[in-house]
Structures are given as C-alpha cells and as structure tokens.
C-alpha cells in the first residue's frame, strides 16, 4: 500500500475522524495504531498527515463546510497553496468559459475555486503533487485532467491535445527546503523569464509571486495586484493578456476571509518608483558593518513622495499591500493633504487627521521621549500605563526583554512604538483608534 492508498482508505480516514472527536493526544494515537497493526513507517505517515488536517481544513474550507474534510498534502505543499479567502477573490477575475492550465499545480489549491464552467488541466512535473490534485479536486466535486511534464516544456501547440488550453495560472517553485524560504525571490522555478515565455502560448493567465518579488523586473503590458488581508500581504498577482484588465496599473486590494473585497486601490504603473536610487542603495548595502546612528533604515518597501516632518498628533501603520503596492503615499495624501513620514524609509504616517481603516491602523499619540529606561518609564507612569504592546520598526533590540525591563504599572493600556523620527531614536505612547 502506498502512502496515498494508506491515507484514503476507509480504515485510516475512519480512525483519524474518531481521534478528533475523542481529542486523542499523540500517545494514544500511536497506542492505538500500534494495536490496530499499522507498522512503524505507517503510524508515522498517519501522524504526521494528523497535523495538518486542521490546518487544511481551516485554509479551503468556511467554517461549516470543516468537519470530516480530507485533502492529499504534505507540509510544504500545504505552505505554498493559496487560501480560501485570496482563491476566492481571483475566482473572478476568470472568463466564465474556456479552459486553463494549472501549471505547477501542486497540490490543486489555484483550481478549487475556479469557476466550475471551465475546464481545467493541472500539470506538474510530480507524480505525488498530481495523484494529490486528482484527488483533492474531487473533493471539490470537480473532474479534471492531468498530465506529467515540465511546464517549461509544454507547448500548447495544436499537436499537444493533452495540453492545449486557453489561459493558465502557475505558481512558480520558490522554496528551496521545506518550511524555508529562498533568500533570492528572484530565484523561482520556472523563473519570470520563462513565466514570460510561457504566456505567449495563450490568451491570458495569471502568475502568483511573492509579495516581495523585485516589481522592477515585471515587464510592461501586465496587471500587477497586490492582495492580503488587514495585516498582511500575501501575494503578487501578474495578469497576462486577456486576463489583463488594466494593463500598466498596480492594484492593492484588502480581502476578507469570504473572499469579498473590503478595500481597493489602483494607479497607473510608474517604473521611476520601483527602484532605489543608487545613492540610497548603496547605503543600505553597507548596512551590515555599520552600527547606531550610522545605519540607513528602509524598513518600507517601496519610495514615498510623502515629506519628512515632526510627529503629529496621529501615527498610521499603512496595510502592507498598500506599501508593496506603492500607493500608501496617495492613499495618505488623499485623507490629508499635511500626511507625512516621521523618518525616512520608515514607513510610519503622521498626520492631523486620522487616516481610515482598513487601509490604515491608526494611533492617537499620547506623548513622545527619547529611547530611555528612566524617561519612557516616566511617560508610563505619567499615562497611568501597566500594560503595553511594544512596536518595533528601524529599532533593534528583545521586546519581551524591554518590557520586562521598564517595569510597567498602571490601570491603562497602550501602544508603546520604539522607532526614528526624523533619523534619531523615539519612544511614541499612543492609543489605537
């Protein structure tokens, strides 16, 4: 029996539904495996798949969909596959009709929430990512095709009827061992060059990138979509051709866990703030032997138009899209024309008026002082604060360690933000809005 026969058979998928209900912890479990007469390599596959149940069931399915849902995965294929909530919002910006290729389809989570009128193929070059898309699509009531090949390789031409499709989506490789990102996020398997390659062979697609993904080298003619939820940004969404709506535009759209969109933004694509100067670059290069003072902090991803100015009365973390996606200056601007940075390359607003949400977490400031024991610690106690989150940005140092050592004792709680202003240490006391 393989490891997929092991993992879909009636026996062990009946014994692990008990486990759940019973809350077995992992003794039992192995206890009663043992005597139920699965070998030692058997009970290990079993446990380990045990894990991340909960975890796929929780990502793919809404709440009242989980109980007794079983998907074919291991860990690293779990990690790379897009969630419901993002699945969910792509669904629509397919065409109700055609086909679409699945390339590096993995373990399926880019074709769960296609709309079911297409036709879809996955392709990999891995037998196990594929007996696990066949299966799991099934588990999303869909019949597809697949066919084992290097996507690099397949050519969509009329004499590859197994593969010839209208659109395709692919999520390129981008971790070199399990559970560890690639240092390089230019460093992806097919590379963009090739993800290029690829889209002339049909009408349209979409590439999933990581967030972080060097904007600069996306060629010109696509959509660029930056998507997440309030406190993060997930992925970078390259649309090609026909998929392309608004081609040379960035998007940042916040989503919420039904796949709705919560908030949006767009502008017109501008290559001049996609990259550093090399004065500033070659700053941060040096990063690494320089200490103090003398470091150059660039802690946001992207340029700002925004000014430099003193603290207001106001201090707004932008939502990471916003920043990947370059607009949290405009966004900032267009809720107050006096919007600006309080350091460079730090990106943390000021303002005089608050700046909304979801497109921003915005604080009161309470009161500011220098990055001292004895001052911030007078700052507390002046505010009656005995409870603090401390927030770290351009600011190195062990916050449980900090906390600890300030001593905080009061009836108050309160956002205690260690960060520069105007290139020097601050400690800011705020209140979240």
Known sequence: MNIWELLTSDKTQGFIKEAFVRKMDALQVSTRLNKDGYSNEDRAT?????????KFREKFFSESER????????????????AQDIGRWKANLWPSEG??????CGMGGDSFFLPPTLKVTGIDLDENRLAMYRYNLQAFGKNVDTHCADVRKVSNSNDSADS?????????ARRALEGENQRDLR????????VVEISKHYKGGMAKLPPGYPPAEIPDGTEIIYIGGHSDCRECLVLFGELAKNPDTVQAVIVNKAGETLAEWRRKRDRSIETLDDELQEKLDKNDALEGKDRTYRTASSKSDLPLGELGKYLSEPAPVLIRSHLFNAVALTNDTNARLISEGIAYV???????????????VLAHAEI???????MLKEHDVGKITLKLRGVKLDPDAEIKRLKP???NSAILFYTRALGKKIAILARKL
């Open 164 to 172: 010839k499709a209208d659109f395709f989506t692919i999520d390129p």
């Open 350 to 364: 000021t303002s005089e008026k608050p700046l909304p949400a979801p497109g921003f977490s915005c604080y009161e």
């Open 409 to 411: 004792k009061g009836k």
């Open 99 to 104: 086909s679409v290729n699945d390339l590096c």
């Open 46 to 54: 079993i446990m380990d798949y045990m894990a991340l149940v909960p």
């Open 372 to 378: 001292a024991t004895g001052a911030v610690r007078a």
């Open 187 to 194: 460093n992806l398997t097919p590379t963009l060059e090739e």
């Open 67 to 82: 109980k007794d849902k079983f998907l074919l995965c291991d860990k690293l294929a779990l990690e790379q596959s897009t």
